[in-house]
């Protein structure tokens, strides 16, 4: 069956570095997510990629996030200077429906912790 | 605002029994309703959706209900088993063309054996 493939699945990084976290959509799929979840709390929407473009995007999805397909496969979501309050699970989610009907399939995700 | 939230943080259900998980929702105008699967350590996973112009949905060993006139929603897993064991999440498209998913925050499911 395939499915949304996400590297690394952890990374700790000191507070004001850079990351970058990776996802291998679905072949077929053309709609890309990002959501985060902090432990313990519910997921959060971060944004949303269709056509090499930003589609919608949360009040979360600042300035210091960013995201890209950069080869037409990986899909990335970059933190340029991390803080402690992005330690999450980051998880990228895809889906080849023209409609959303919210039934997206989510990769396992890629647990971040920031000293 | 938008805002999607559940009644019980924790549910426990003998094996074999039937499970119902509940969720409210504030956001009258929300298109599609759907819950997701999360088990311990992987991303969630969807089981079924509804739309707002229905009241009910059948899957295999899952039924949603939707009522909008208390904003209700709920999830009914039939003949449960220890595989159903996982946190569940409502969840909303807020309306019609938007394309981000807000999650409830999630009861977690144990099925004792």
């Known amino acids: 069956e395939p499915e949304v493939t996400q590297t690394p699945s952890h990374q700790v990084t000191q507070m004001g570095q850079e990351v970058i976290l990776r996802c291998v959509p679905i072949s077929n799929h053309l709609y890309f997510y990002w959501y985060r979840q902090i432990l313990g709390q519910k997921v959060e929407f971060l944004v949303s990629f269709y056509n090499n473009e930003i589609s919608e995007k949360s009040e979360i999805f600042d300035d210091q996030f960013s995201v890209e397909r950069p080869d037409g496969s990986n899909f990335t979501l970059k933190i340029r200077s991390t803080k402690l309050e992005d330690s999450a699970m980051y998880f990228c989610?895809?889906?080849?429906?023209?409609?959303?009907?919210?039934?997206?399939?989510f990769g396992e995700g890629s647990r971040l912790t920031v000293l | 605002g938008e805002s999607v939230g559940l009644h019980l943080p924790t549910l426990s259900v003998q094996e074999g029994d039937n499970s119902i998980i509940n969720c409210a929702y504030s956001?009258?105008?929300?298109?599609?309703f759907i819950w997701y699967k999360q088990e311990s350590g992987k991303g969630p996973q969807f089981i079924i959706d509804?739309?707002?112009?229905?009241d009910k949905r059948q899957g295999q060993r899952v039924t949603v209900l939707l009522n909008k006139t208390v904003k209700h929603l709920s999830l009914q897993i039939a003949a449960t088993q220890p595989g159903d064991s996982a946190v569940y999440f409502c969840a909303e498209i807020p309306r019609f063309g938007n394309e981000k998913l807000t999650f409830g925050t999630g009861t977690r499911l144990t099925i004792i054996p």
């Open positions: 989610a895809t889906t080849g429906a023209i409609r959303n009907t919210g039934e997206l399939f």
């Open positions: 509804i739309r707002s112009n229905m």
């Open positions: 956001n009258s105008a929300s298109d599609y």
